[in-house]
């Protein structure tokens, strides 16, 4: 199964395979060289089908639970200084996004969306202290019943040149419902208020809409 964001970009590589394919019956004599292109043009296809591949998870969802919007490792655990928003000390828990990783971004809890801004900005590698403030971003606010007000941001890293994003301010979303999509490599942060009890730790590996970040 693979995501609606990835129809388009597998169709054109589709194309690109079997123009490929059989251009080099004409191009190319020797077998050799010809094996090697073609490989490559298949395991191109291939890493874009791992990208955007969608697999289907029975979510455990829970009013009394704050889920990982995304698939990754986890790489910052902090309190800092939310100013976009709160404009006050949150408890930061970032997750970073390798290429292969499923790149579906999903609501962390569920709730009425307050906010969702895009920022224009820079590519900086998705792991970077600034690229949280200036890395291309949408910021998503969403009102829950157990943890208040929820915000998390989608970043676009170094190869990820495009954030697509769902949300829509005053409409009611599901948790682990989508709320967007990082194409190429990227990073989310989830803002949880302060004293939130958390159940993951820095640099374990984490699954979009399966793993539990915090609760009550």
Do not use: C
């Not at 919007?69 to 006050?88: A, M, N």
């Amino acid at each position: 199964m693979f995501h609606k964001e990835g129809y388009k970009i597998i169709l054109i590589t589709l194309f690109i395979v079997v123009g490929v394919s059989l251009a080099t019956d004409y191009l190319i004599s020797n077998l050799y060289l010809r094996g090697v292109v073609l490989l490559t043009v298949v395991v191109f296809l291939i890493l874009i089908l791992q990208f955007f591949r969608n697999p289907k998870r029975n979510f455990p969802l829970n009013e009394e639970q704050v889920l990982s919007p995304v698939d990754g490792k986890v790489v910052v655990i902090e309190e800092v200084f939310e100013k976009e928003f709160f404009k006050e000390k949150r408890l930061q828990v970032s997750v970073f996004m390798s290429p292969l990783n499923v790149h579906v971004t999903r609501y962390p809890v569920e709730g009425e969306v307050l906010l969702s801004k895009y920022h224009p900005g820079k590519f900086l590698v998705a792991w970077h202290p600034k690229s949280s403030e200036e890395n291309e971003r949408t910021t998503v606010v969403v009102k829950s019943k157990n943890f208040g007000n929820v915000l998390h941001r989608q970043i676009a890293g170094a190869l990820a040149k495009r954030i697509v994003n769902y949300a829509k301010e005053g409409t009611i979303v599901k948790q682990a419902s989508d709320s967007g999509f990082i194409k190429f490599g990227s990073r989310v942060d989830v803002f949880l208020p302060l004293g939130t009890k958390l159940n993951v730790e820095l640099n374990q590996k984490v699954k979009g809409g399966i793993t539990v970040l915090a609760s009550k």
